[in-house]
């Protein structure tokens, strides 16, 4: 079991950016697939972007590729997400998320909550237009 705490969300208008930051423990940190959900208000929580552990292959939901990247460090246990050209609509709730399972394996998805077992608190990402 890994802990994850996101930090980094804030209030920014359209068109703004922002980068996300997830500290993980644990000393087999590099051996987890990591990903990037958000849960908007009144809504289910949606796939944002994976990265797989060795860093060279990374994943993103159609409505933020082109403008999300996301990277890991690590050296530094660290994941994250810089998110550009804010829309109003990616305003929610971000959660940092690992897979110690190998959970991706089972359901052949990184696009899928249940790939994951392990979850950071969350960090409020508001775009305003």
């Known amino acids: 079991q890994v802990q994850l705490v996101e930090s980094g969300g804030g209030l920014v208008q359209a068109g703004g950016s922002l980068r996300l930051s997830c500290a993980a423990s644990?000393?087999?940190?590099?051996?987890?697939?990591m990903g990037w959900f958000r849960r908007a208000p009144g809504k289910e929580r949606e796939f944002v972007a994976a990265?797989?552990?060795?860093?060279?292959?990374?994943y993103y939901a159609n409505s933020v590729k082109g403008r999300f990247t996301i990277s890991r460090d690590n050296a530094k246990n660290m994941v994250y997400l810089q998110m550009n050209s804010q829309k109003p609509e990616d305003t929610a709730v971000y959660y940092c998320?690992?897979?110690?399972?190998?959970?991706?394996?089972?359901?052949?998805?990184?696009?899928?909550?249940?790939?994951?077992?392990?979850w950071g608190q969350g960090t409020q990402v508001t775009v305003s237009s």
């Open positions: 998320a690992a897979d110690t399972s190998n959970l991706i394996g089972r359901y052949g998805s990184r696009w899928r909550s249940e790939s994951y077992d392990s």
């Open positions: 644990g000393r087999t940190f590099s051996n987890y697939g």
């Open positions: 990265i797989s552990w060795s860093g060279f292959s990374t």
